[in-house]
């Protein structure tokens, strides 16, 4: 099945890039503590304000980011990498990356790093011209360290005004990695989700995957899912992961509003740690949601038949929790409804792809090595029905 992504951080040659950019702007530790915590208050309390707040072309907040969002940001989008691979090898033939809203290159980079060394075209777009130069000096501190045995391919920078855009060639990896929940709505362009898939929709071509992250939060999430429906309610896009259907997500006609997101463990690098700590942050997991989708070009299935194309298959979208006879179950989403799965296999995890074999039992379909620890003690019933773990926040 597919191949297997080594390690979600950052590689040694790329952590000493960051180290050496960071130490560039002297700022105090307690400064750096400031700014860390300010960020985290814009990317979850003050969210509202996020759309205008240009944060990535201040000094502090710069250097914050790529001490502590960076990495993590970085692991999201190798997790994003490795779930959609498990589905869809063809991704890493892809050679050419479109970065929207690349801030100092996350998803970029992780795309570099993770998967299998190929000359690739990169473009990094962003409002941000400090954010991109830092970008720009990482990839320049690669080619120059004798470490990284990777082909570095071409690597551009432009600066451009989200939501607009541009329009790509066939066979594009299009990230939009932790900012579609930055964009505000434009009213004149109706409502966001509809406005932006409309967008999508004009500006790729058939034999490009879109893969978008987000952080793991409720309203972020809720939001990635209507534009999920959006672009399936179009003609030309199949959804690789992590639906393994093609209907509307079923979690949007659920009163409770359970939200499709998932963890893995991370082992921040050390420098991350240290920021990390100066907040008494431990972070053992990480979180994300995200959404991929193929540009087919083919004509819209209908809904029965979009609902029924992977009939076997099913996605484990919350931790394991305690059923009424106090045996273990998990919630899946299979042929587009939200299922209690109340014969797991073992071991099961959030996130864990399965499949149905004859007499209705599912079997895991992807391993990777990055599972969160399994909680001591299980969630009872109806605790964890609306799912409510938080994620970490930014
Ligand atoms: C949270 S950062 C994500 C950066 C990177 N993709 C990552 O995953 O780490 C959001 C990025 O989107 C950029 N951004 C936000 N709104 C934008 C807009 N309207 N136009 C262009 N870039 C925007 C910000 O400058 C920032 O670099």
């Known amino acids: 099945?597919?191949?297997?992504?080594?390690?979600?951080?950052?590689?040694?040659?790329?952590?000493?890039?960051?180290?050496?950019?960071?130490?560039?702007?002297?700022?105090?530790?307690?400064?750096?503590?400031?700014?860390?915590?300010?960020?985290?208050k814009l990317f979850t309390q003050q969210r509202s304000t996020i759309a205008r707040n240009d944060y990535l072309s201040v000094p502090r907040y710069r250097n914050a980011y790529l001490r502590y969002h960076f990495p993590l940001n970085f692991a999201r989008a190798a997790y994003a990498l490795q779930k959609v691979a498990e589905v869809y090898p063809r991704i890493t033939e892809l050679d050419q990356v479109i970065d929207l809203g690349a801030g100092p290159g996350s998803a970029a980079l992780a795309t570099l790093f993770s998967l299998p060394s190929k000359k690739r075209n990169y473009v990094l777009y962003d409002r941000s011209r400090?954010?991109?130069?830092?970008?720009?000096?990482?990839?320049?501190?690669?080619?120059?360290?004798?470490?990284?045995k990777r082909d570095l391919g071409s690597f551009q920078t432009r600066r451009l005004q989200l939501p607009t855009i541009p329009t790509s060639s066939e066979g594009t990896l299009l990230w939009i990695a932790m900012v579609y929940n930055e964009l505000g709505s434009n009213r004149r362009d109706g409502p966001k989700a509809e406005a932006f898939a409309e967008r999508l929709t004009r500006s790729t071509r058939p034999g490009s995957v879109v893969l978008l992250v987000e952080p793991a939060l409720r309203g972020p999430t809720i939001e990635l899912m209507r534009l999920h429906d959006a672009l399936i309610a179009r003609p030309g896009w199949r959804v690789l992961a992590p639906c393994t259907h093609?209907?509307?997500?079923?979690?949007?006609?659920?009163?409770?509003?359970?939200?499709?997101?998932?963890?893995?463990?991370?082992?921040?690098?050390?420098?991350?740690?240290?920021?990390?700590?100066?907040?008494?942050?431990?972070?053992?997991?990480?979180?994300?949601?995200?959404l991929?989708?193929?540009?087919?070009?083919?004509?819209?299935?209908?809904?029965?038949?979009?609902?029924?194309?992977?009939?076997?298959?099913?996605?484990?979208?919350?931790?394991?929790?305690?059923?009424?006879?106090?045996?273990?179950?998990?919630?899946?989403?299979?042929?587009?409804?939200?299922?209690?799965?109340?014969?797991?296999?073992?071991?099961?995890?959030?996130?864990?792809?399965?499949?149905?074999?004859?007499?209705?039992?599912?079997?895991?379909l992807a391993q990777d090595g990055n599972r969160p620890r399994e909680r001591r003690k299980?969630?009872?019933?109806?605790?964890?029905?609306?799912?409510?773990?938080q994620g970490d926040a930014s």
């Open 246 to 290: 093609e209907a509307p997500c079923p979690l949007l006609e659920i009163r409770s509003k359970p939200w499709c997101h998932f963890h893995f463990r991370w082992r921040p690098p050390e420098f991350t740690r240290h920021a990390a700590e100066s907040l008494g942050l431990k972070s053992p997991q990480a979180s994300l949601a995200f």
């Open 1 to 40: 099945m597919a191949y297997h992504l080594p390690s979600l951080n950052p590689p040694d040659p790329l952590m000493r890039m960051l180290r050496d950019e960071v130490e560039t702007t002297k700022v105090s530790r307690n400064a750096q503590a400031r700014a860390l915590e300010d960020l985290f």
């Open 378 to 389: 299980p969630t009872t019933k109806g605790q964890n029905q609306g799912d409510q773990s």
């Open 130 to 148: 400090a954010a991109l130069g830092v970008a720009r000096r990482l990839v320049d501190g690669c080619r120059a360290d004798a470490g990284v």
């Open 292 to 364: 991929a989708l193929e540009r087919t070009g083919a004509q819209s299935l209908s809904d029965d038949a979009k609902a029924k194309r992977s009939p076997r298959r099913a996605r484990v979208i919350s931790d394991k929790m305690t059923s009424s006879t106090g045996k273990p179950m998990f919630y899946i989403c299979a042929e587009g409804a939200r299922n209690q799965l109340k014969s797991p296999p073992q071991p099961c995890w959030r996130g864990d792809l399965l499949e149905q074999a004859q007499g209705g039992t599912y079997r895991r």
